[in-house]
């Protein structure tokens, strides 16, 4: 920014337009209708203060209208705010982030209170907090990750709140790398009531997790993206398939992510291994992630090659289906794919195709799916 530019601007702050001019200045401007702009003006505008100075320095960062117009809609004391006091050092901040051109004003469109003057006394520390949990965080990935999901513009007394949770949860032994995860992939659990935070990890607890059990954050983490209705839906469609609540628990246990897949993704994939691969329930009970691979690009395409090399008599001795249904893509393609130059491709078109079940699937070796 050029120093004709400060002193311009300069100018223009040190001589505060009358109100009827301002309210002028709004809707030939920013387009906005003059109702609006006679509130804004008479709500936010003070002796101190002027929208021009403020729309100039907004467009020497690139911004255009149609930003400012978005952000001073949500925001309207953004219009109002004091250049150097509260913008300059708001936006120079986000800058230090790593946020510049078109990523800071795609960051600012999310969240225009971060220009404010509320940031500094009520969001900042809150950023400093969470900033400092971050392990390893490249290019602060995954604050400003966070930063845009993070509602708490409008949270009553945010600092006091995000430092009760963040040490409620750090009490309940998620700290480090699981603290910043979980708070990346969950950042309102930062701004949730104490009550409803502790209702929470108390519901998570009484399921069987405890505080030392590694898989507690992420029982928290399903949980808080499921409501008791859902819980209840998909407790219910395992329990048409025969399995107990306490298997249902004990299967959740094993894999907390199990609840984040849809009813319909469930239900597909009981039907196959149930149906399709003969599983017995309790196969599904001890190893329950079965049912989070994708049937379509993993576990129907592998099992189609293991069909065709039974049938072909390829393999000496058959595999267990659970165990090849967890090996890494290059090294089941090794394993399997590759085995037999004789049949590679063959075998390869089978894994690839789009047609996902085989007449022979229904005649499935029992050796291939202990």
Not at 155 to 180: D, F, H, R, T, W
Not at 348 to 370: F, R, V
Request: include cysteine; charge should be positive.
């Amino acid at each position: 920014m050029t120093t004709l530019f400060y002193r311009y601007l300069h100018t223009v702050s040190s001589s505060p337009p009358s109100k009827s001019s301002l309210i002028t200045y709004l809707t030939e401007t920013l387009g906005f209708p003059k109702p609006r702009a006679v509130f804004y003006v008479n709500r936010f505008s003070s002796t101190q203060t002027n929208p021009q100075s403020v729309i100039l320095f907004l467009k020497s960062h690139g911004f255009n209208l149609t930003d400012i117009h978005k952000w001073v809609t949500e925001s309207p004391q953004i219009l109002f705010s004091d250049v150097e006091k509260t913008l300059k050092p708001n936006i120079h901040f986000f800058q230090d982030l790593g946020l510049t051109g078109s990523a800071l004003g795609k960051f600012i469109s999310k969240k225009p209170v971060y220009l404010s003057n509320r940031f500094e006394e009520r969001l900042k520390p809150c950023v400093d907090i969470v900033k400092r949990l971050m392990l390893d965080d490249h290019n602060n990935e995954n604050l400003i990750r966070t930063l845009r999901r993070c509602n708490w513009a409008n949270v009553n007394q945010p600092v006091v709140k995000v430092s009760a949770n963040v040490k409620y949860l750090e009490q309940c032994g998620i700290v480090g790398a699981q603290l910043a995860t979980l708070i990346t992939r969950q950042p309102r659990l930062l701004i949730m009531s104490e009550s409803d935070l502790k209702e929470l990890v108390s519901k998570v607890l009484d399921m069987g997790f405890s505080i030392d059990n590694r898989m507690l954050v992420h029982a928290i983490f399903t949980c808080t993206c499921l409501s008791d209705q859902t819980f209840e839906r998909k407790l219910e469609l395992f329990r048409s398939y025969g399995f107990t609540k306490d298997e249902f628990l004990s299967m959740f246990k094993k894999a907390p992510g199990l609840l984040r897949v849809s009813e319909a993704k469930l239900k597909t994939g009981i039907d196959f291994f149930l149906d399709t691969v003969k599983f017995e329930r309790q196969v599904l009970v001890r190893r329950p992630a079965c049912l989070m691979y994708s049937l379509e690009e993993r576990v129907i395409p592998r099992f189609k090659v293991l069909n065709i090399m039974m049938s072909k008599r390829i393999l000496k001795k058959m595999p267990s289906f659970l165990n090849v249904m967890r090996l890494p893509e290059d090294e089941f393609l090794e394993k399997f794919i590759s085995k037999d130059r004789n049949h590679a491709e063959e075998l390869l078109l089978a894994y690839k195709s789009g047609d996902l079940l085989l007449q022979s699937d229904k005649k499935t070796n029992p050796e291939l799916i202990t």
